[in-house]
């Protein structure tokens, strides 16, 4: 293997591709980054038995063929190498050699032979704006579990009807809910999907501009999701198991609303809550033209703040655990948060609004399980 390459597509590829690698390899070859030199192309691969990334970029290729490195250090080194020059890769025996202008590094080879098959992409379903894609699961993840004892609550569960994708998380404390449009293949599209909440953050991150390709089969029978866009491709293996029934969750009626300027709420959240001891909640009080915040009780330390507040309905006051208040306020990306209650003792419905005035979007809902509040 002998070819030239942009320094600044090297480095962004082998990055790109060595974020798959494990941080504790079961393997010793599941470390290392594959290349592959071949029809005027260099591509970069990475695998770890469940998630996998492919980037190919241009090259000039002398000599075609193949070597596996370890992937984080030729990554560092890469980011290291002087900007605006080509770099010359060659292969020889053992080792691989890598010369950037006066710079030149020698890495040794891990056996290819030892290196597992990149998994197929399943058939293209349709694609989706990258930057709405970004956005739509940076919403959602935050509600995501996080005990690896329930691992079908670590995940996003996707569900495509048509031309509206749903993405949906929770940890059994709060339920996080997006839809987006997206250009389906066929206009009777209609699978579902559970992808591991860690992995669909970073890829869809990876994948923030132009249009993102994504790959399932019918029903997600092959156990496995891609996305593709711009040279990069990456799969991962679905997660098992049945995700629960969250949808009836969201209540029908509503007895009280309230309207809430979303930055100032964040704000007056952190510092009220700067007091609330472990485990105990935020309290809210929603009456005529103001929310007042407390925290704290009895001997302890206190706090409580006052903010303007369009109410609507009977007063009410809510309990609910500081930082999950918090996630859902900054993942609104709203300016006026609009709150809907049932009961002191019922989950609350999150949303936001473009003004006081605008109806709450329903393209994302975030709700929020009450703490009971003592006394």
């Not at 990554?75 to 691989?96: E, H, N, Q």
């Not at 197929?120 to 709405?132: F, N, R, V, W």
């Not at 964040?266 to 915040?293: G, H, K, M, Q, Y």
């Not at 109410?311 to 948060?337: C, M, Q």
Request: aromatic share 4%; charged share 25%.
């Amino acid at each position: 293997m002998k070819l030239r390459v942009e320094r600044d597509a090297l480095a962004e590829a082998a990055a790109w591709t060595a974020r798959v690698l494990p941080t504790r390899p079961t393997l010793p070859v599941l470390a290392g980054l594959r290349l592959d030199a071949g029809n005027s192309r260099l591509s970069l691969s990475g695998f770890d038995y469940e998630v996998s990334g492919r980037v190919d970029v241009e090259a000039e290729v002398a000599d075609e063929g193949s070597a596996l490195v370890s992937g984080r250090l030729l990554a560092d080194i890469c980011r290291s190498l002087p900007a605006g020059r080509p770099v010359d890769l060659a292969a020889d025996g053992g080792k691989v050699s890598l010369t950037c202008g006066s710079a030149r590094f020698t890495l040794l080879t891990l056996p290819l032979e030892d290196y597992p098959e990149l998994p197929a992409m399943p058939a293209a379903a349709g694609t989706l704006d990258g930057p709405a894609l970004a956005a739509a699961v940076a919403q959602v993840v935050v509600a995501a579990g996080r005990d690896d004892m329930l691992p079908v609550l670590t995940g996003v569960r996707i569900e495509i009807d048509g031309e509206t994708v749903t993405l949906m998380a929770t940890d059994r404390y709060r339920l996080a809910v997006r839809e987006l449009h997206w250009r389906p293949g066929r206009p009777d599209a209609a699978a579902v999907a559970l992808i591991p909440a860690r992995t669909m953050a970073d890829t869809a991150k990876s994948f923030g501009s132009g249009e993102v390709s994504l790959a399932l089969a019918a029903g997600g029978q092959d156990n496995l999701v891609g996305f593709a866009a711009g040279g990069r491709r990456t799969t991962t293996r679905l997660l098992d198991g049945e995700f629960p029934k969250v949808r009836s969750l969201f209540p029908t009626e509503v007895a009280t609303q309230a309207r809430v300027d979303t930055t100032a709420f964040i704000e007056s959240a952190r510092r009220v809550a700067l007091v609330a001891e472990r485990n105990t909640p935020l309290r809210l009080s929603f009456r005529p033209e103001e929310v007042v915040l407390e925290a704290g009780s009895g001997e302890d330390a206190q706090a409580s703040e006052a903010l303007p507040a369009r109410v609507e309905g009977e007063p009410i006051t809510i309990g609910f655990n500081p930082g999950y208040l918090s996630d859902g306020l900054g993942a609104l990306g709203a300016p006026v948060a609009h709150l809907a209650f049932t009961q002191a003792t019922r989950p609350a419905v999150l949303s936001g609004a473009a003004d006081e005035d605008a109806d709450p979007s329903a393209s994302y809902r975030y709700l929020i399980m009450p703490v009971r509040l003592s006394g």
